[in-house]
């Protein structure tokens, strides 16, 4: 059964940049696109973008065009997901989730990673 | 991008009841890439129901879901104490996913 275990909770000044990371555990990528998914405090979900680990190839939700850059390390079955010029808007739970290819569904979620963007 | 609205925003019921959560999308989304999630405080979403009507593994029956083209609907049939909580409708298009705003299903 796979999990995503994700990386610890951060705090960040504004102007600068959070790395967040998922690592599959009980399994691999393999089939499968990783998501990332933020929720700020009291509202809703809402996508960043996605990666084809196998591959390499990442887009992103027009929001987030040029701020936020999405790898994977299929050695590791590790994704990442990078955020620039950090404001305080920025302040959320980050989440990443496995993405079914053939339905586009995130059928596994990682924890959450909580960013507190704050001078 | 296709927006997906959701309504109502929020719903209050009794146990017992049955629950009927709308999402209707700018433009008309393949059933294939249609999936609502559940959510509750302090958790990760769960996927409830992905391809318009295909329940995820270990969603009870009182789960279901429908519709095509840009009107989807989840119903939860008989409600249960655990199934207040919030729950989003969520779609692919052209390489891009969009989530609905969330309808906050509550205890009446």
């Known amino acids: 059964q796979v999990q995503l275990v994700q990386s610890g909770a951060e705090v960040k000044k504004p102007g600068s940049s959070v790395k967040v990371s998922c690592k599959a555990s009980?399994?691999?990528?393999?089939?499968?696109?990783i998501s990332w998914v933020r929720q700020a405090p009291g509202q809703g979900l809402e996508w960043m973008g996605r990666?084809?680990?196998?591959?390499?190839?990442?887009n992103y939700a027009q929001k987030f065009q040029g701020r936020v850059t999405i790898t994977a390390d299929k050695s590791t079955s590790t994704a990442y997901m990078e955020l620039s010029s950090l404001r305080s808007e920025d302040t959320a739970v980050y989440y990443c989730?496995?993405?079914?290819?053939?339905?586009?569904?995130?059928?596994?979620w990682g924890q959450g990673t909580t960013v507190t963007v704050s001078s | 991008e296709i927006v997906l609205t959701q309504s109502p925003g929020t719903l209050s019921l009794s146990p017992g009841e049955r629950a009927t959560l709308s999402c209707r999308a700018s433009?008309?989304?393949?059933?294939?890439?249609l999936a609502w999630y559940q959510q509750k405080p302090g958790q990760a979403p769960r996927l409830l129901i992905y391809?318009?009507?295909s329940r995820a593994t270990g969603i009870p029956d009182r789960f279901s879901g429908s519709g095509s083209g840009t009107d989807f609907t989840l119903t939860i049939s008989r409600l249960e104490p655990e199934d207040f909580a919030v729950y989003y409708c969520?779609?692919?298009?052209?390489?891009?996913?969009?989530f609905g705003q969330g309808t906050r299903l509550e205890i009446k």
């Open positions: 969520q779609q692919y298009g052209s390489s891009l996913i969009t």
């Open positions: 009980g399994g691999t990528f393999s089939s499968y696109t």
């Open positions: 990666i084809i680990p196998i591959i390499g190839i990442a």
């Open positions: 989730a496995r993405t079914v290819v053939v339905v586009a569904s995130m059928d596994v």
């Open positions: 391809g318009a009507s």
């Open positions: 433009q008309n989304v393949s059933s294939s890439y």
